[in-house]
């Protein structure tokens, strides 16, 4: 019986027959120039997955996504290439990660049954039991005890649920707060801004270009004269900062207290709490958002 489902398959190849919004030599420039997307996104989900997982596999799968997000992006319908591609290479890169989680069912039968003899042999011996103990509990062999510990931690590559491809807004359970609560993240997103802003000028360039204009670190540290490593590095520093000026102002009781006051570090910490303070107040704050708590930033994407 033929079915009149139409399946992705289909679709693909409808695809292929559908002639081009771009020219050939368009296609190529927006592949081009976007690669660096692609790194960005592959190391930014490398950060979250096992060690054997090889960026390689990553890459190519995401380059393949680029290369049919250009074939297939049409200017006209008013989304842009950079957040078009982004969903489509964010997709292929899970699309790998599932093939690559290759256990068999009787390795996660084992697995289950190796933490359930684990946590049995615990309760009764009052500590942890050694690996011979455990091995002699299920009936088997140490050797076998780590090779399905192996083949798990393999097996394990990461959960495909806390990585999902939709948008923010498709989270959001209740997309419209009420006054009160919208006042009350608007001025908390002006607290951040603010803190940003009072960031030493390399920190602050670090965290407007990666996470406000979404540029890849690779264009950063080429831009800044460093290395991806260095930029890395920056960008550590610049969320501990943030995340303790906010909380000074915001968590008092979460804010860190330090061993030395004296110390130079605890020193340059409390003035740069100081200057948040002293670069922001209510109007200013609620001044960075509109009604509906988006920043500039924000409404240029929407």
């Given at each position: 019986m033929t079915s009149t489902m139409t399946t992705a398959a289909d679709c693909d190849a409808a695809?292929?027959?559908a002639v081009p919004a771009l020219s050939a030599a368009e296609q190529e420039e927006l592949i081009r120039t976007h690669?660096?997307?692609v790194g960005h996104l592959v190391r930014d989900m490398l950060t979250r997955i096992p060690n054997h997982i090889h960026r390689d596999d990553l890459t190519s799968a995401g380059l393949h996504a680029l290369v049919t997000a250009a074939r297939g992006w049409d200017p006209e319908r008013g989304i842009p290439f950079h957040r078009f591609a982004t969903t489509r290479i964010r997709g292929a890169i899970l699309d790998e990660l599932r093939s690559l989680d290759w256990a068999t069912r009787s390795v996660r039968s084992k697995a289950r049954a190796t933490d359930v003899t684990r946590q049995n042999l615990t309760t009764t011996l009052g500590r942890?039991?050694?690996t011979e103990e455990l091995a002699q509990a299920l009936g088997t062999t140490t050797t076998d005890l780590h090779q399905t510990d192996n083949d798990v931690q393999r097996a394990t590559v990461l959960s495909l649920q806390g990585f999902t491809t939709s948008s923010a807004d498709d989270l959001?359970?209740?997309p419209t707060p009420g006054p009160e609560e919208m006042l009350v993240r608007r001025e908390q997103i002006g607290y951040l801004h603010h803190a940003i802003g009072s960031l030493p000028e390399r920190l602050q360039l670090v965290i407007t270009e990666y996470f406000l204009k979404e540029r890849p670190m690779a264009e950063i540290a080429a831009e800044l004269g460093v290395t991806e490593s260095r930029i890395s590095q920056l960008r550590a520093e610049a969320l501990s900062l943030l995340k303790d000026g906010m909380n000074t102002h915001l968590?008092?009781?979460l804010a860190p207290v330090p061993e030395n006051p004296e110390s130079i570090t605890a020193r340059r910490r409390a003035s740069y709490y100081a200057s948040i303070a002293g670069n922001t107040n209510l109007h200013s704050r609620l001044a960075l958002t509109n009604a509906h708590g988006l920043t500039p930033y924000a409404q240029g994407a929407a």
């Open positions: 695809d292929t027959t690669m660096p997307l942890t039991p050694t959001v359970t209740e968590d008092p009781h």
